[in-house]
Nanobody, 116 residues
Framework: QVQLEESGGGLVQAGGSLRLTCTAS????????MAWFRQAPGKERELVAR????????DYADSVLGRFIISRDNAKNAVYLQMTSLKPEDTAVYYC?????????WGQGTQVTVSS
């Protein structure tokens, strides 16, 4: 059974840091495009950062460029999102996503709340 499990969310003050972890089971993350999305209340889910499986190229939303870093550890089958200089507008539920062709799987999400 394929599962993505996020962890590492929490409450942090503006300017602080958090590291989110997505642990995969039932699939090898090295064979998928792995991404972090987020959804704030009343807003659509948006892409935060992505690693393309074939090229290892990285994509970031403009709003997090220079503050967030996505990485993966194939040996641990995990994807990370290091978030620094957090802002109140980063408050959202953060979701891990694995995608390739028609395969598209989501984790349950982890809440990140940034206080001002």
């Amino acid at each position: 059974q394929v599962q993505l499990e996020e962890s590492g969310g929490g409450l942090v003050q503006a300017g602080g840091s958090l590291r989110l972890t997505c642990t995969a089971s039932g699939l090898r993350i090295s064979s998928y495009n792995m991404a972090w999305f987020r959804q704030a209340p009343g807003k659509e889910r948006e892409l935060v950062a992505r690693i393309v499986w074939a090229s290892n190229s990285l994509d970031y939303a403009d709003s997090v460029l220079g503050r967030f870093i996505i990485s993966r550890d194939n040996a641990k089958n995990a994807v990370y999102l290091q978030m620094t200089s957090l802002k109140p507008e980063d408050t959202a539920v953060y979701y891990c996503n694995a995608k390739y062709l028609s395969f598209d799987r989501w984790g349950q999400g982890t809440q990140v709340t940034v206080s001002s």
